[in-house]
């Protein structure tokens, strides 16, 4: 996801491990999916030979630039592309909820002429230069962020978020043992609708076992009831606030519910930098309270490991971009069109929730684990 400022990496021996294991990962992915085999070469951005293959031109448009989620997917792409022999361009909006810069960087793909886009769409704002695209003959894939509607491009390589969010809600749930929960909820935007930012929330709240009216909309569920996740119990939902999946917005977000109700037991975060920043609002007010998130970032899965975050869903996005990027060098040769996961409206790239505090039915990976896949510097 999509979000602002996500955690980063932490060290040499934990990226060789990374490394290893998002390859591994390809590879067995790649062969289910029948991509055609290429010769490998030493080019890393601009495509060399590749068995005589052409070359194809592939635009890959991030967020932003400096996120380490998007740096890890720009990275993974620009190391794979050599053995597609594809010709890739890497673009980003200036930072997060810049829909005109990735409405430039769509234009100008295609007027170079390229034969696909990867993109982890802003908003929906972006729809119409998708349309642009597509009706110029180029195959379109969301990366991460699921267009609203999921018909926007061809397909999306993404984390099932909603079930990111589930897993969040689901160990929160047993991990409250009956005890009233007093919840923030801490979301991406309070402007703009984007998919990640709902699925992400109200997959939470279906964890917890809270009823949400529309599955599409943040804060429009009943602020008081009762969760029937776990042990069950009270639930009071006291604010949704906005923290642009950024640190200093977390922590802005954070003061503004704690002058709400400052007896908040359990925070749900869009991302972890975002989780960073309700902590240290958290800390400067005496407080503490169970966090949970989602990415699985390096620097993420470490908060995991210090206290600071109970649970993270982990997500992968060297396979979304080196996936994403072999599937349109397939189709622009004339091979097979990639297709949904059953039950879906998207391939799934997986998701495993990362915490050293396991509960009961909920599915989980330790730390250690979890530290041998997670990304980032």
Do not use: H
């Not at 029948?34 to 293959?53: E, I």
């Not at 962020?145 to 079930?163: G, H, K, L, Q, S």
């Amino acid at each position: 996801m999509t979000s602002t400022q996500r955690p980063g990496s932490t060290g040499a021996a934990v990226g060789r491990r990374t490394v290893r294991a998002s390859i591994a990962a390809v590879a067995a992915f790649s062969a289910a999916f029948g991509l055609a085999a290429c010769n490998r070469s030493s080019s890393s951005d601009t495509g060399g030979s590749s068995g005589g293959q052409k070359s194809v031109g592939v635009a890959l448009i991030t967020k932003d630039s400096t996120n380490p989620f998007f740096v890890a997917m720009q990275k993974g792409a620009k190391a794979d592309a050599s053995k597609n022999n594809v010709k890739l361009t890497v673009a980003s909006g200036k930072q997060e909820g810049d829909d005109q810069g990735q409405i430039t960087a769509i234009e100008d793909s295609i007027a170079r002429g390229d034969k696909g886009i990867l993109i982890t769409p802003m908003s929906t704002g972006v729809n119409a230069a998708i349309k642009k695209a597509r009706d110029a003959g180029l195959y379109v894939i969301a990366l991460d962020t699921p267009p609203d509607p999921a018909n926007t491009v061809d397909i999306t390589f993404a984390t099932d978020n909603r079930e990111a969010g589930k897993l969040d809600g689901q160990w929160a749930a047993a991990t409250m043992a009956g005890k009233p929960a007093v919840i923030a909820l801490l979301d991406l935007f309070n402007d703009k609708i984007v998919s990640v930012d709902y699925n992400r929330d109200q997959g939470f709240l279906e964890g917890m076992g809270i009823d949400v009216k529309d599955p599409k909309k943040n804060g429009d569920e009943a602020k008081t009831g009762k969760y029937t996740g776990g042990k069950g119990g009270d639930y009071t939902i006291v604010c949704n606030e906005a923290g642009n999946g950024a640190e200093d917005g977390g922590r802005t977000a954070m003061e503004k519910c704690l002058a709400k109700n400052p007896k908040i037991n359990l925070v749900y975060t869009i991302n972890e930098p975002t989780a960073v920043g309700a902590n240290a609002a958290l800390k400067a007010a005496g407080k503490t309270a169970t966090i949970v998130s989602v990415d699985g970032g390096c620097a993420g899965v470490a908060q995991v490991k210090s206290g600071v975050i109970g649970a993270t869903a982990q997500q992968y996005p060297l396979k979304m971009a080196t996936l994403g990027m072999e599937a349109i060098a397939q189709v622009a040769r004339g091979g097979a069109k990639p297709t949904p996961d059953p039950g879906l409206d998207f391939k799934n790239t997986g998701v495993s929730l990362v915490t050293d505090k396991p509960v009961d039915g909920v599915k989980s990976i330790d730390v250690a684990k979890g530290t041998e896949l997670c990304w980032g510097n």
